[in-house]
């Protein structure tokens, strides 16, 4: 997971407070990877296109994923107004407070913190292709007690923006995920692909194995053996939880290792290549264009610059 993680190399991270009070709803366009949000006091309901509604208590944490529209809601059967617009004409989009109407600023608001998690567009597949479009990590239960202090400093930092607030919000939105991603795995009856893959003794062990010594000629027959497994039931059980056949997967998670590696700017694509593992840098090149869609020296000048401060439910 550790491994994952740093090659999913995040760009970008930030979460803002919303205050709403009244008979309220707001909807939003797709998104780039992931949001990530909890609910510090009221109640709301968070629906993502072609999903039921979940019900957001205090305590509770969502995770997005998928990209799809959404609507958040004090209740259901609101009309949603555009909550893109809400947030432009905020006075500070760190801080919203929204009133459904001219007679609704009275009376406790439901409190939310929410916020987006922005990866490299290269290795953001490796994560959003085991996360279900919506997942409610419940504050009763015992995975989300270690999410408790982070949403406390987060409530706070976004309620006062203290010196150093910004900082402080991009790190803290940054372990909410991290956290929120542990109690969403050990919490989830099912997990597909790698993710869920880690905690078979076996198969998480032969992922272990790639991770560490990904620049190794494997092959399928020595990984089996690694593992105590014969090759035909390693091969089969490996495809059945990781989604891909294992010199397949290795071969995604050289190319990926070696994109973040591009991603420095200073290393030549021959360096690159050897070290890893590639006797070429043809070779290197073909397989790199098979797994990115683009050739090593394209993929470099296309990098984005840093990304701008994003809408934080948007």
Same mark, same amino acid.
Request: contains cysteine.
């Given at each position: 997971?550790?491994?994952?993680?740093?090659?999913?190399?995040?760009?970008? %991270? !930030? @979460?803002?407070?919303?205050? &709403?009070?009244?008979?309220?709803?707001?909807?939003?366009?797709?998104?780039?990877?992931?949001?990530?949000?909890?609910?510090?006091?009221?109640?709301?309901?968070?629906?993502?296109?072609?999903?039921?509604?979940?019900?957001?208590?205090?305590?509770?944490?969502?995770?997005?994923?998928?990209?799809?529209?959404?609507?958040?809601?004090? =209740?259901?059967?609101?009309?949603?107004?555009?909550?893109?617009?809400? !947030? =432009?004409?905020?006075?500070?989009?760190?801080?919203?407070?929204?009133?459904? /109407?001219?007679?609704?600023?009275? /009376?406790?608001?439901?409190?939310?913190?929410?916020? @987006?998690?922005?990866?490299?567009?290269?290795?953001?597949?490796?994560?959003?292709?085991?996360?279900?479009?919506?997942?409610?990590?419940? *504050?009763? /239960?015992?995975?989300?007690? %270690?999410?408790?202090?982070?949403?406390?400093?987060?409530?706070?930092?976004?309620?006062?923006?203290?010196?150093? &607030?910004?900082?402080?919000?991009?790190?803290?939105?940054?372990?909410?995920?991290?956290?929120?991603?542990?109690?969403?795995?050990?919490? %989830? =009856?099912?997990?597909?692909?790698?993710?869920? *893959?880690?905690?078979?003794?076996?198969?998480?062990?032969?992922?272990?194995?790639?991770?560490?010594?990904?620049?190794?000629?494997?092959?399928? *027959?020595?990984? &089996? %053996?690694?593992? /105590?497994?014969?090759? @035909? +039931?390693?091969?089969?059980?490996?495809?059945?939880?990781?989604?891909? *056949?294992?010199?397949?997967?290795?071969?995604?998670?050289?190319?990926? @290792? &070696?994109?973040?590696?591009?991603?420095?700017?200073?290393?030549?694509?021959? +360096?690159?290549?050897?070290?890893?593992?590639? +006797?070429?840098?043809?070779?290197?090149?073909?397989?790199?264009?098979?797994?990115?869609?683009?050739?090593?020296?394209?993929?470099?000048?296309?990098?984005?610059?840093?990304?701008?401060?994003?809408?934080?439910?948007?």
């Amino acid at each position: 997971m550790s491994d994952v993680l740093t090659l999913l190399n995040i760009r970008g %991270a !930030y @979460s803002s407070r919303f205050e &709403a009070t009244g008979r309220w709803a707001l909807r939003f366009r797709g998104f780039q990877h992931i949001k990530i949000g909890a609910m510090v006091s009221g109640h709301c309901w968070v629906t993502v296109e072609g999903e039921p509604p979940v019900r957001l208590s205090p305590g509770d944490c969502y995770l997005l994923a998928g990209g799809r529209p959404y609507q958040v809601a004090g =209740e259901l059967g609101v009309e949603p107004e555009d909550g893109h617009a809400v !947030y =432009e004409r905020s006075p500070t989009v760190r801080n919203v407070r929204y009133a459904a /109407g001219p007679d609704d600023r009275d /009376g406790p608001p439901d409190v939310l913190v929410g916020g @987006s998690i922005t990866l490299d567009d290269v290795t953001a597949a490796l994560l959003l292709d085991c996360l279900p479009p919506i997942a409610r990590i419940p *504050a009763a /239960g015992a995975p989300a007690r %270690a999410l408790r202090p982070v949403l406390r400093m987060l409530a706070d930092e976004t309620a006062a923006e203290p010196l150093g &607030a910004a900082v402080m919000i991009e790190h803290l939105t940054q372990i909410l995920f991290i956290q929120a991603l542990r109690a969403h795995l050990v919490a %989830a =009856e099912h997990v597909p692909g790698w993710l869920g *893959a880690l905690s078979h003794p076996r198969i998480g062990a032969a992922l272990t194995l790639i991770h560490q010594q990904a620049t190794r000629r494997w092959t399928v *027959a020595g990984l &089996a %053996a690694e593992v /105590g497994m014969s090759r @035909s +039931s390693f091969a089969e059980r490996f495809k059945a939880l990781v989604g891909l *056949a294992p010199l397949d997967y290795l071969l995604h998670w050289r190319i990926r @290792s &070696a994109a973040e590696a591009l991603r420095g700017g200073d290393r030549t694509v021959a +360096s690159v290549a050897a070290e890893w593992g590639y +006797s070429s840098e043809s070779a290197f090149s073909n397989a790199f264009k098979r797994v990115t869609g683009l050739p090593p020296a394209r993929y470099r000048a296309s990098l984005p610059a840093p990304p701008l401060v994003p809408v934080p439910h948007g």
